[in-house]
């Protein structure tokens, strides 16, 4: 391309190059290419068939991520991967998740080979469950790479999982605590030095804590590791999906300080939400009087009947919250009156006397309508919603600053003033849903909530 000699061309060309920059670099930011990670997958003990498949499936929705999925040797403890006969496989990928449990493979060789591709194509790795397991031989290599030693585990039952470091950017939307569905804790025997623990289980045959997640480096080589995951419902689980993408986005190194995916490797579900409602039953959740206020059709919680309080009693954080974000969808019949407390506790009857409630009505003739801190800051007559139409409540408690949302757009911010007495304040507790009276039918669906460190 000839330009002429005109001054103000001159001008106008480097204009648009010096201000065409940062557009540039935006658009580039946003197309960053989805991580390439190789699965490893496969062996003795597990259900690999199911769980490769909840792994890419629920990781995918929550980071841009392409998977290669090396499944070979189906149930045998001996099989080896084809693609690790050489080293040069490592060059193809960001990022390998072992996910597998080879546990009687003792070729020396061939574990020195691994790890050694690993080292020098600096490729990070997820070690998931019995992935800490494999390679048990005369040589300690897949040990020191993974960062902890381990050869045994306690008999099968749930266990409290702890976090340990709410403030790392893995752990950031980590409950403080979780009871998992189903379990096998690993009885870790040693850390290497440098592994960092981030979560750690009391385990009832040994009578000591063990760590169920750590990070790691080996010789410059990032490594997260978790020993959760060996039956399908504790894989599948919301809590664990989020920790496993937030422990491979900071292995590969595109994890924010703040534990949101870096630009670019954002997915369509954001991360650390969790279900709190298995869509079937009531399950980890407790009614007050007039139990037969709150009924399960069709996926959702239908609530008709008198006065009652349906309380969150389930596995994470066993319903005490402190800094949370909540949202539900909600569905209003005409005239009915209900609501969401926050920061409550249990009580066999009466209206709530702890925390605060989030209002819910469009036409029942209380004047505080959806939106309303109720009687603390309220949205007087208009609602932001009409009756038969769904849509979603979002509830931010963050330190003293309260923040509602309907259908992302908010409606009510409050900042509780520190000398703020009683018991209808901020403190600490559960959520719970409200059957008002007789005459107000509600439905709610999709309950998940996502907490902050305290």
């Not at 061309?9 to 990670?37: D, G, H, R």
């Not at 080293?87 to 009687?104: I, R």
């Not at 591709?117 to 397991?133: D, F, K, N, R």
Request: proline share 5%.
């Amino acid at each position: 391309m000839k330009f002429n000699d005109n001054p103000l061309t001159k001008v106008l060309v480097v204009s648009i190059a010096i201000f065409s920059i940062p557009v540039l670099a935006t658009a580039e930011l946003m197309e960053q290419p989805p991580l390439n990670v190789l699965m490893i997958t496969g062996g003795g003990w597990h259900d690999y068939d199911t769980q490769k498949q909840i792994l890419e499936n629920e990781i995918g929705k929550r980071t841009q991520i392409e998977f290669t999925i090396d499944h070979e040797g189906g149930d045998d403890a001996e099989a080896k991967i084809s693609r690790h006969e050489n080293s040069d496989w490592g060059s193809e990928f960001d990022l390998v998740l072992y996910n597998m449990c080879y546990s009687q493979v003792d070729d020396v060789e061939w574990i020195e080979r691994i790890v050694d591709t690993h080292v020098e194509y600096q490729l990070p790795a997820v070690m998931l469950h019995c992935g800490i397991h494999n390679y048990r031989s005369d040589t300690m290599r897949w040990f020191e790479f993974a960062g902890a030693r381990s050869h045994r585990h306690e008999s099968h039952r749930p266990f409290t999982v702890e976090n340990m470091e709410p403030g790392h950017p893995v752990m950031k939307h980590f409950p403080r605590t979780w009871r998992t569905p189903d379990g096998e804790l690993y009885e870790i025997a040693e850390l290497m030095i440098g592994a960092r623990p981030l979560a750690r289980a009391y385990g009832v045959d040994t009578d000591l804590y063990h760590p169920v997640a750590w990070v790691y480096e080996y010789e410059g080589v990032r490594v997260f590791n978790s020993t959760l995951g060996h039956h399908n419902t504790t894989m599948g689980h919301d809590v664990n999906i989020n920790l496993v993408t937030a422990g491979l986005l900071w292995a590969a190194g595109k994890l924010e300080d703040d534990g949101t995916p870096a630009p670019g490797y954002e997915g369509e579900a954001e991360l650390g939400w969790v279900s709190i409602w298995d869509n079937e039953t009531l399950d980890g959740w407790r009614a007050s009087e007039n139990t037969e206020s709150f009924q399960v059709e069709d996926g959702k919680i239908v609530v008709d009947g008198p006065r009652s309080h349906l309380y969150y009693e389930g596995p994470v954080n066993s319903g005490d919250f402190i800094n949370f974000e909540f949202k539900t969808d909600v569905y209003t019949y005409p005239e009915a009156n209900s609501g969401v407390f926050f920061h409550t506790r249990f009580q066999e009857e009466g209206w709530p006397q702890h925390g605060y409630e989030a209002q819910v009505n469009a036409t029942h003739g209380d004047r505080r309508k959806t939106g309303s801190l109720y009687a603390v800051k309220d949205v007087m007559d208009d609602a932001p919603h009409d009756d038969h139409e769904w849509y979603n409540y979002h509830i931010i408690v963050n330190g003293r600053d309260i923040t509602f949302k309907v259908d992302g757009e908010v409606v009510m911010e409050f900042t509780e003033p520190e000398d703020r007495e009683g018991t209808i304040s901020l403190d600490r507790g559960t959520i719970a849903l409200q059957a008002h009276d007789p005459n107000s039918r509600i439905y709610f669906r999709n309950l998940k909530i996502r907490t902050h460190p305290d």
